[in-house]
């Protein structure tokens, strides 16, 4: 499967922005789907996930802020933020994983920035 992330942009601290990753592929509903973000110099963290079963996990720094979705028939995961903060700066990654799988496909990332 092959993923492309968009939406990204320049925010202000309190600002709401929604990414997207769009993907290819015939088996879309079978994958789990998650979002990652990394900022330069740390390491990848774990944003949001949902599954095949529409469950959906949070990291603790994002809870009651940002909320996955995802639309099977038009193969795209949803990542709804709001109330922005300047940590929420990154660089943002939807991923893809088979059913029980690890996360084997990646999309190329896209820039949020939230200016405080």
């Known amino acids: 499967v092959q993923l492309q992330a968009s939406g990204g942009g320049l925010v202000q601290a309190g600002g709401s922005l929604r990414l997207s990753c769009a993907a290819s592929?015939?088996?879309?509903?079978?994958?789990?789907m998650g979002w990652f973000r990394q900022v330069p110099g740390k390491e990848r963290e774990f944003v949001a996930a949902?599954?095949?079963?529409?469950?959906?996990y949070y990291a603790d720094s994002v809870k009651g802020r940002f909320t996955i979705s995802r639309d099977n028939s038009l193969k795209t995961v949803y990542l709804q933020m709001n109330s922005l903060e300047p940590e929420d700066t990154a660089v943002y990654f939807c991923?893809?994983?088979?059913?029980?799988?690890?996360?084997?496909?990646w999309g190329q990332g896209t820039q949020v920035t939230v200016s405080s």
């Open positions: 991923a893809a994983a088979y059913k029980g799988n690890s996360y084997g496909f």
């Open positions: 592929g015939s088996t879309f509903s079978s994958y789990a």
């Open positions: 949902i599954t095949w079963t529409f469950s959906t």
